[in-house]
């Protein structure tokens, strides 16, 4: 009777690709460091500190593209406020940044420099965790986790779908901008926090720890590429997906697609999180800008450019569009913004499937 | 309930446990336990009346629109009944009813004697074993039928479940023989997506089967499906009936004149008649209004 054979379940990563992923684990974790520190600075293999940094910058960015696909790409759930989670998480390790300046600001003061300057004579009660890096780090998870938790339990339990879904998430983080940029929220105000001087008490601006955050985001990227793999590997993500193609079929079939949204989403802002907290001391500063409608529209751009429906295409287009944009804003900077509309409006009708969705074409073509 | 009737009815159950204890493990109906009536488990079907699905006195409205109107109609375990009806009879709201998609202003819709169905949300419902298909074929394009077939698996599908799931041997042959009822074996894994119109019929249909529901609702299963594949899907549902209830909502007459015992036809949000095919066809109202002759 059953003689056809039924297709067996995928392994996390073929051959091959666990073959890709280990080389850009050696890449990252040792050939960068050692082109970077052991290479003189003027022989060609150097790689500039300017290069790792932006490097880091990039893969941070990379992190939020990769939970982008997870939400939009996988769950179709358009997002366009996923900058507020990112900017959360870096806002909760900017705080533990903060206390670390210690005596060493401008004021000489047990408190951060802005809260000396509004006249303030104690820490805030949500400051009251700041002071510690084990505190930090859950916070940097837990906070855009219960967020997005809150959010998406009201918005996916009300039904709210599509383009709806999307306005209000632009809404949420443009309302979070508006109350950061107030100084008595105690976020530093337009100034938001910077001028940071160490992290577990070493000095932040040496070589030595600017590489160490350099590998700790490479290999939280590679981590969280694996994790998001699995989850889309398992029946969760084929669930997710089918939430996507057709949500009524899903309930009727016995799920309760409440659950499955609200855990891919709260997921998601959590990557987001982390990719913040990351950021932040690789830059030296977080402000509410971060929280501007238009961060989190790019967000979906680098995902859209990369190719949405994979997990690779996102991590690519935020790899070209940054790279464009550093390369363009150098080079004409007038020109950036009309290169983004371009480049938005030419992936939406040439390439639907993005530049990754491309690639496979042409291979499949050819094959 | 007044306080009198629970008087009594406490003290006729102390007088059973007396005399329980008096008999020690002798009861007083020769060994079997006493019929106090049965205990009603949650979500368990009891049928035992008869009846898997009974609706009364349904009323909804949209917008001033008596979609539903005084619907009342019940179903039999293992019957398979057609309902026919012209456009904007109803039928299609009857369905979004009785599955939770929409909530009637007033009515009461039960599943077996004891599951009052209002209270339970889409999934719920599905849960408790009411499979439903839609009009138009709705499947997982972007997922191979295989995985179309796995995801409506009748398993705990909760999200943490999900994250752990692994198809054990027993359903991967429950699998495959729904793969074979449904004519799909060649095709598992091709994605859904690109199979004709009539073979997603058919993989929706045994998409309902995998969840091994109670009672199907099947909304114009056959609609553009080939003679050929109408034929195999009246085999199926005749093969069908008597395991499971089936309710389903067709305008090909000769597709219910193979399948049916019982035809209901709907006119303006109840019924107007009920029979076999050859006793509605001959009823006046029934030609007026929905034969056209």
């Known amino acids: ?367 | 309930m007044t306080p009198d009737l629970l008087e009594q009815g406490a003290r006729r159950v102390q007088a059973h446990m007396e005399a329980l204890a008096a008999h020690k493990g002798q009861t007083e109906s020769g060994g079997r336990t006493a019929g106090f009536g049965r205990v009603a488990s949650q979500g368990e079907v009891d049928v035992t009346h008869g009846r898997i699905l009974y609706l009364e006195d349904v009323h909804v409205s949209f917008d001033g629109f008596k979609a539903i109107n005084g619907l009342s109609l019940d179903i039999a375990p293992g019957e398979l009944r057609c309902i026919i009806g012209p456009n904007g009879a109803g039928k299609t709201t009857m369905m979004d009813i009785i599955t939770g998609k929409t909530r009637p202003d007033t009515g009461t819709v039960f599943f077996g004697s004891t599951i009052d169905l209002l209270r339970y949300k889409e999934s719920e419902i599905a849960q408790l074993g009411i499979g439903r298909k839609f009009q138009k074929p709705t499947v997982f394009e972007q997922l191979s039928v295989f995985e179309n077939l796995e995801l409506a698996l009748k398993t705990d599908k909760g999200v943490k479940a999900s994250m752990f799931f692994k198809l054990d041997s027993a359903q991967r042959d429950r699998l495959a023989d729904i793969l074979h009822t449904i004519h799909l074996a060649d095709s598992v894994g091709r994605l859904a997506g690109n199979l004709s119109h009539g073979q997603k019929q058919w993989l929706e249909i045994g998409m309902l089967l995998m969840q091994d529901p109670k009672l199907l609702l099947l909304d114009e299963p056959v609609a553009g499906m080939t003679d050929e594949e109408t034929e195999r899907t009246a085999e199926l549902f005749l093969s069908l009936k008597g395991k499971h209830s089936l309710m389903v909502v067709e305008h090909d007459m000769s597709f219910i004149r193979t399948i049916s015992d019982i035809v209901t036809v709907l006119c303006d949000g109840s019924v107007l008649a009920q029979g076999t095919l050859d006793q509605v066809q001959a009823d006046e109202r029934v030609i007026e209004v929905y034969l056209g002759r």
């Open chain 1, 1 to 367: 009777m059953s003689n056809i054979t039924l297709p067996t379940p995928q392994p996390l990563l073929t051959r091959t690709g666990w073959v890709a992923w280990l080389a850009a684990l050696m890449v990252l974790c040792a050939l960068v460091p050692a082109l970077n520190l052991l290479v003189p600075a003027g022989s060609a293999l150097h790689l500039s500190d300017f290069a790792v940094a932006l490097t880091a910058k990039i893969m941070c960015y990379a992190i939020c593209a990769l939970a982008m696909g997870l939400i939009w790409g996988y769950t179709g759930i358009l997002s366009l406020g996923h900058g507020l989670f990112f900017a959360l998480g870096g806002y909760a390790m900017g705080m533990y940044l903060m206390r670390q300046i210690g005596l060493d600001g401008n004021y000489k003061s047990n408190l951060p420099d802005f809260m000396v300057f509004l006249d303030w004579k104690e820490l805030p009660w949500h400051w009251a965790l700041s002071g510690s890096f084990g505190a930090t780090l859950f916070l940097v998870i837990a906070v855009p986790g219960l967020v997005a938790f809150v959010f998406g339990y009201f918005a996916f339990r009300s039904r709210i779908k599509g383009v709806y879904f999307s306005i209000i998430t632009q809404a949420m983080t443009f309302a979070a901008m508006l109350l950061f940029f107030r100084n008595e929220t105690g976020f530093g105000g337009n100034n938001g926090f910077t001028d940071f001087k160490r992290i577990l008490d070493i000095p932040i601006a040496t070589t030595s720890m600017r590489m160490t955050l350099f590998v700790m985001t490479s290999v939280t990227l590679l981590v969280f590429f694996l994790l998001a793999r699995w989850l889309v590997g398992s029946k969760f993500g084929r669930v997710l997906q089918a939430v996507r193609d057709a949500e009524s079929r899903v309930m009727f079939s016995g799920y309760s697609t409440l659950g499955y949204k609200l855990t891919i989403w709260t997921i998601s802002a959590m990557m987001c999180g982390v990719a913040g907290a990351l950021y932040v001391p690789q830059v030296g500063i977080i402000n509410p800008s971060e929280m501007s409608p238009a961060n989190s529209i790019e967000i979906a751009i680098w995902a859209a450019v990369g190719g949405r429906a994979t997990l690779i295409g996102p991590i690519v287009g935020a790899f070209i569009v940054n790279g464009a944009k550093s390369w363009l804003t150098v080079t004409y900077p007038e020109f950036w913004l009309y290169f983004l509309g371009a480049l938005f409006i030419g992936v939406t009708l040439f390439l639907p499937d993005g530049v990754v969705g491309l690639i496979k074409k042409l291979k499949g073509g050819k094959a």
